[in-house]
């Protein structure tokens, strides 16, 4: 039987400052359990506690200094250099070089990167572009270019993901993962001791396991937080920090721009927002919200099947693959846009995205964070395969930008969602970051009195 | 511009005025003259009384253009979205020219949002004051980000205000009834500091100078009135170096004949290991607060709020628990208000509320008895000291925004 939580819900949304009233309490294990791998990429909660990024954002979205102090751009935003943070050492104890950081980012990025070349010049790291850069701070922030030792002072590849974040490997038992304070971390140690991450749990499972204080802290999917709010279960709720998309393919028999333009006008938004998400999130028609842009309602989401049917022309296109994620989420969402499609014309087959990597139509899942609506834009072209500099501020400008990208119809906007978490209650200072997960570094947990 | 002309006659049409002037600009160099219908939504938060406001002043703007507003339909529409973006307010017009569309938008200000409180008398009435914000200084002068760090402390000397944070210390002066940064004291390169750094800035006794203590670093900051050494800048010699010094409790009771205690700092923590000097004849526990306090009796004690949540009166050679503190947060300082017998406390109260309240308490025995209503504090109280007059106490309050501001917090007697 499920045990009564203590009855409150926080929106992350809402101010939450941090409650010093009592002071944090160093020591503690955290139990964390999570749907899938934690060192999953992008944002899987080990990568993001082990590895820091040369900066970071804040809770806000704001760009801050991480591993470089600062930075300076010349030549029109061809050129930055990024001064390195000093005395900053991996979890090996070697120290944090420009070299390494060099090593990293060349590794991890190979192609479609934002930058032409990278260097290490004395203790700087310097990027230049053949384009200008103007978002290189917010996007050197983000998964893809987070900073992990790929050398060990010996020359061998490390055993184990080694960066310079708050927590450190420690151990992987079958399906858990422990991560143990970095005592030497530039940002302070963590309060937490050690965080035990229990990866791959069903969510039944998870929630279970809250419930008989068998965990600290476990996912909340979009469209069980009500359910968990019912529950009286203590959940955190981001703003809404991811967009739910159909990436659509411009070769083959989508080459034609109607034809992709009636996709997008044959979706219907509503039914996804009202059924499979339960209410939760919103429904957009704009890469990026309106409380980010104060335009996005320019983008209208309303379905137009009959303006769907006139746009294909009485064309019949082939079958047409629909990729989603394996989880069933993902797959009831690309289920019900198949159905939609069906409507308007199309024959849409579904299918998992490892098994169809080339597929016509993708669902996926694009970040919206970054307080500058130009960085935000920039960050979520990045995370759908495109290197896009947003160099303007202009909100007009901005918005012919975003109507441009759309109207290109590869990107269909579908959902905003947030993501959210429940905890017990002994968790304490638990604030989720700008992409909506986490930070454990400043969690505590409370003392027994 | 005849229209703003007409607006004057208005309630405080101010903040909308240069958008309404500018984005019927815009609008009319898509349009040109005419008739046109004008539609507005609000999507902001400017309130809704604000709205015939704006309409009056688009349609005014308009009509200087030559675009006369028509009640009903026309082949030209205008669709004015009051909207509002990550910063500001963006006012949004849809041009609706025959079957075209355009769009074109402007920057708007929001109006600012007023707050109240209220404080309801008890025995005694706290009042604060605030002494000094980092607010109004982001807003006035151009500061280096390590001034808009995270304050640890403040004190204010014969010399000015000194204001510790997680990297610098920094001497304020006043200047035309506000403080303005005269002089910084920026670290020198150290170890990290813990999350949730902490310090503290004692007066000397002729208060002219101060030390400073924060986690694995004392400085000793002077105030001449001529320079005397390289360290020296303008008037303010500061001497900073690596040490693990016990850090003074504060205590005025000194004069009384009451031994200075000092308190050993766990700097790679948040808290004091325990081990205080002199020994107190007691094995304490590790503490975040200690301050030493005259019981109603005459004599002197010294009160510990523990890591483990549990506050303890040491006395005579013995420790004990205090009642009544489960609302207590971490910190709380000591001050005499003259308004009861011996000392008081102020304590900030625990919980996860939005924002903090604090309380004045006395301890007649061994229970901690109210003696003021809450006051309520616009944000997190994240240290407090007593202040060197022993009367007040200094609390420093972070705000929703990170903005720190260090209140004066005083009592009446009722």
């Known amino acids: 039987m499920l045990r009564r939580f203590a009855i409150s819900c926080f929106v992350a949304a809402l101010a939450m400052p941090g409650g010093a009233r009592t002071r944090p309490h160093y020591g503690g294990s955290l139990r964390v359990e999570i749907g899938g791998d934690a060192w999953h990429y992008p944002n899987g909660l080990a990568r993001l506690m082990v590895l820091d990024g040369l900066t970071a954002l804040d809770a806000d979205g704001n760009v801050t200094p991480a591993l470089a102090t600062d930075w300076q751009s010349d030549d029109k935003d061809h050129r930055w250099e990024f001064h390195l943070r000093p005395g900053v050492a991996f979890h ?186 339960q209410k939760q999130g919103e429904i957009t028609a704009s890469l990026l919200p309106q409380s980010r842009t104060g335009y996005a309602f320019l983008f209208p989401p309303d379905r137009g099947l009959n303006k769907a049917n006139e746009l294909r022309g009485g064309l019949a296109p082939p079958p047409l693959t629909l990729a989603a994620q394996a989880d069933p989420t993902m797959q009831l969402v690309a289920q019900r846009i198949a159905l939609n499609l069906h409507e308007a014309g199309f024959n849409i087959q579904v299918a998992n995205i490892p098994t169809a990597p080339r597929a016509d139509l993708a669902l996926v899942e694009l970040p919206i964070i970054g307080a500058n609506p130009a960085d935000a834009l920039a960050i979520l072209l990045l995370g759908a395969g495109e290197n896009a500099p947003v160099t303007t501020e202009d909100p007009a400008t901005l918005f012919r930008a975003e109507h441009d990208v759309l109207d290109l119809k590869t990107l269909i906007p579908l959902l905003d969602l947030p993501r959210a978490w429940a905890i017990n209650s002994g968790v304490r200072d638990f604030k989720l970051r700008a992409d909506g997960t986490p930070d454990f570094a400043n969690v505590s947990l409370e003392a027994t009195q | ?119 309801t008398p008890d025995r005694v009435t706290l009042r604060k004051q605030v002494e000094w914000s980092n607010h109004d200084l982001a807003s006035s002068v151009s500061l280096p980000p390590t001034s808009r760090g995270q304050v640890l402390a403040a004190l204010k000397t014969n010399a000015g205000l000194a204001v510790m944070n997680d990297a610098e210390i920094s001497i304020y002066a006043k200047s035309s009834g506000a403080w303005t940064l005269e002089q910084r004291f920026p670290f020198a390169a150290r170890n990290t500091l813990p999350r949730d750094p902490r310090g503290i800035l004692i007066s000397t006794p002729d208060g002219n100078g101060f030390t400073a203590f924060t986690a694995g670093e004392k400085c000793n900051c002077n105030y001449t009135t001529q320079s005397d050494s390289a360290h020296t800048a303008g008037g303010w010699a500061v001497q900073c170096h690596a040490s693990d010094d016990p850090w003074p409790i504060p205590n005025d009771l000194t004069a009384n004949g009451v031994t200075s205690l000092s308190a050993f700092y766990n700097g790679a923590r948040d808290y004091f290991s325990g081990v205080v000097a002199p020994s107190p004849g007691v094995d304490l526990p590790p503490f975040y607060s200690a301050a030493v306090i005259q019981r109603p009796a005459g004599s002197a004690a010294l009160l510990v709020g523990g890591i483990d949540g549990k506050v303890q009166l040491v006395e005579n050679g013995a420790i004990k628990t205090v009642a009544g503190t489960r609302d207590w947060g971490s910190d709380f300082a000591a001050f005499q208000s003259g308004c009861g017998s011996g000392t008081q406390i102020i304590a900030s109260a625990s919980g996860e509320a939005a924002n903090d309240s604090l309380l004045a308490y006395e301890l007649p025995a061994l229970e901690a008895v109210p003696l003021s209503a809450p006051l309520a504090i616009d944000g997190t109280v994240t240290a407090m000291f007593s202040a060197p007059d022993g009367k007040s106490v200094l609390a420093v309050v972070r705000n929703a925004a990170n903005e720190y501001e260090v209140d004066r917090v005083t009592a009446l007697c009722n």
Not at chain 1, 105 to 129: D, K, M, R, Y
Not at chain 1, 252 to 275: E, H, T
Not at chain 2, 4 to 27: H, M, N, V
């Open chain 1, 92 to 277: 090996d104890g070697s120290p944090l070089t420009s070299t390494a950081v060099v090593m990293s980012l060349n590794l991890s990025c190979t192609e479609n990167c934002p930058w032409t070349a990278v260097h290490a010049v004395g203790s700087s790291v310097v990027f230049t572009g053949d384009s200008p850069m103007p978002n290189l701070p917010a996007l050197l922030s983000q998964d893809a270019f987070l900073i992990a030792l790929t050398r060990t002072a010996d020359g061998q590849t490390p055993a184990n993901p080694t960066g310079t974040g708050p927590f450190q490997f420690a151990a992987l038992n079958g399906s858990v993962l422990t991560l143990t304070a970095n005592d030497s971390c530039w940002q302070g140690r963590p309060f937490l001791d050690q965080i035990q991450l229990i990866q791959n749990r069903s969510i039944r499972d998870q929630w279970l396991d809250l419930s008989v204080d068998r965990s600290d802290v476990v996912e909340v999917p979009p469209q069980q937080i009500r359910q968990a709010q019912q529950q009286r279960i203590t959940v955190f709720v981001s703003p809404p920090v991811e967009l739910l998309a159909i990436q659509v393919s411009d070769s083959g028999a989508l080459s034609n721009p109607m034809m992709r333009a009636a996709i997008a006008q044959a979706v219907d938004r509503g039914a996804l927002f009202n059924v499979i998400f």
């Open chain 2, 1 to 119: 511009m005849a229209g703003l002309a007409g607006a004057s006659a208005f309630a405080a049409p101010g903040p909308w005025e240069q958008p309404a002037a500018t984005l019927t600009d815009q609008i009319a160099a898509i349009l040109g003259p005419g008739p046109a219908h004008l539609e507005i939504r609000n999507l902001s938060s400017i309130p809704v009384d604000q709205i015939p406001l704006i309409r009056r002043l688009l349609t005014q703007d308009l009509k200087a253009h030559g675009i006369s507003v028509a009640d009903s339909d026309s082949a030209n529409n205008i669709h004015v979205s009051l909207s509002q973006d990550w910063m500001d307010g963006l006012w949004v017009a849809e041009v609706e020219e025959g079957a075209e569309t355009h769009v074109t938008m402007v920057r708007a200000r929001l109006l600012p949002r007023s707050s109240s409180g209220s404080i």
